[in-house]
T-cell receptor, first 111, second 109 residues
Framework: DGGITQSPKYLFRKEGQNVTLSCEQNLNHDAMYWYRQDPGQGLRLIYY???????QKGDIAEGYSVSREKKESFPLTVTSAQKNPTAFYLC??????????FGPGTRLTVL | RKEVEQDPGPFNVPEGATVAFNCTYSNSASQSFFWYRQDCRKEPKLLMS???SGNEDGRFTAQLNRASQYISLLIRDSKLSDSATYLCVHLNYGQNFVFGPGTRLSVLP
């Protein structure tokens, strides 16, 4: 089955820790994206990558980092510099001018 | 002005009703448009793509008016399962997807 997987589904982080969220796709899509969604709010773009070994900051990149070493993978690291990281994190991919497909999301909670 | 704006909602309608959502966008260079639905605590899922003037899929009809820069979504014969948040999305020339804040729909028995 083609699709996007994210892991873990739930993640708990202590203050001051870095954590990495996984995103993998087997749709052969060139572009991948990370979004953050807070309760009752819309999606906000963190980072995106349109090709391997290249990525750009979105609207709220501060406190986050990404890498794109393989076409299939686009991990997101939430660093200790992100002051309010508790949120729902969504990864997506797309090809050309066509629609985005989303993974099931990771719910991150800071303890 | 936000790049994509939607009816704030929430819309509470009885089963069987027809409901319409509007969405306006400010970037006249937008290429493609989409409607997604998002259930509570789940990921958005594609409902319809709108590449030309409109699209129809069963009970759902999307219309695009480029001159006025708005798209609409019409849902006929609402079902309880249609209850969700509906997201208006457009793709600009930078290949960035821009999401509206969403409109919440509750279909009541």
């Amino acid at each position: 089955d083609g699709g996007i997987t994210q892991s873990p589904k739930y993640l708990f982080r202590k203050e001051g820790q870095n954590v990495t969220l996984s995103c993998e796709q087997n749709l052969n899509h060139d572009a991948m994206y990370w979004y953050r969604q807070d309760p009752g709010q819309g999606l906000r773009l963190i980072y995106y990558s349109q090709i391997v070994n290249d990525f750009q900051k979105g609207d709220i990149a501060e406190g986050y980092s990404v890498s794109r070493e393989k076409k299939e993978s686009f991990p997101l690291t939430v660093t200790s510099a992100q002051k309010n990281p508790t949120a729902f994190y969504l990864c997506a991919s797309s090809s050309g001018l066509r629609e985005q497909f989303f993974g099931p999301g990771t719910r991150l909670t800071v303890l | 002005r936000k790049e994509v704006e939607q009816d704030p909602g929430p819309f509470n309608v009885p089963e069987g009703a027809t409901v319409a959502f509007n969405c306006t966008y400010s970037n006249s260079a937008s290429q493609s448009f989409f409607w997604y639905r998002q259930d509570c605590r789940k990921e958005p899922k594609l409902l319809m793509s709108v590449y030309s003037s409109g699209n129809e899929d069963g009970r759902f009809t999307a219309q695009l008016n480029r001159a006025s820069q708005y798209i609409s979504l019409l849902i006929r014969d609402s079902k309880l399962s249609d209850s969700a948040t509906y997201l208006c999305v457009h793709l600009n020339y930078g290949q960035n997807f821009v999401f509206g804040p969403g409109t919440r729909l509750s279909v009541l028995p």
